[in-house]
């Protein structure tokens, strides 16, 4: 009982001080560890987001030595949850979600669309003890909004093509509309949701096996805050 405590406190502790502690810098770097990630389930690792990003609307984030952290992780990473993200300069992940070096792996491309690079980066997350996959996509995206103006640009325009779906689910093609704009975003969020379920066996199998959890979210650039989708 003793070794369990000891080891949910490491799981706990690494996802940094209570609010409140900003004031009181700790003592040394708290950084994930294999232990802690081990200790950490899907759950746990949603709530730590969920807080993180509390924090991060209430402005009150944690204070961090980011050069003791920088030190700390050299020899190895343990993050606890994967991002994928659009690239939007306004939705930086770890900002948001108020998460340290090692916490996170982000995985950040245009409209946060889903191809096989995405899927094998997440394998990778996943294959290394990740337990939680969030799909974060974001009020007013641009890449939204040239998908439902069809918009052509280079190898633009093939991305673009794999947003076109959710634009049909959606049934709303106002580029102008923000809440046109909104509820496409979230229907990608959801396809994307299916395609990575979908396009990977590896990922498919650690959900069923509750290994691991899959969620939808959307942040709002207005407000800061990330609203996590039903399901």
Known sequence: MLKLAVVLGLSLSAFGSPVGAEDTPPAKPLVQTRESQAATTPAMALDALKAGNERYVANATKRRDWSAKVVATASGQYPFAAVLGCMDSRVPVEIV???????????????????????????????????????????????????????????????????????????????????????????????????????????????????????????????????????
């Open 97 to 231: 979600f108020d998460q340290g070096i090692g916490d996170l792996f982000a995985v950040r491309v245009a409209g946060n669309v889903v191809n096989a690079d995405e899927l094998g980066s997440l394998e990778y997350a996943v294959s290394v003890g990740t337990k939680l996959i969030v799909v974060l996509g974001h009020t007013g995206c641009g890449a939204v909004k040239g998908a439902m103006t069809d918009a052509k640009l280079g190898n633009l325009t093939d991305l673009l093509a794999k947003i076109r779906p959710a634009v049909k689910a959606a049934n709303c093609s106002d580029s102008n509309d923000s809440s046109c704009v909104t509820k496409v975003a979230e229907e990608n969020v959801r396809q994307s949701l299916k395609q990575i379920r979908d396009g990977s066996p590896y990922l498919a199998k650690h959900l069923d096996e509750g290994a691991i959890a899959l969620v939808g979210a959307m942040y709002d650039i207005g407000s800061g805050r990330v609203t996590f989708l039903e399901k």
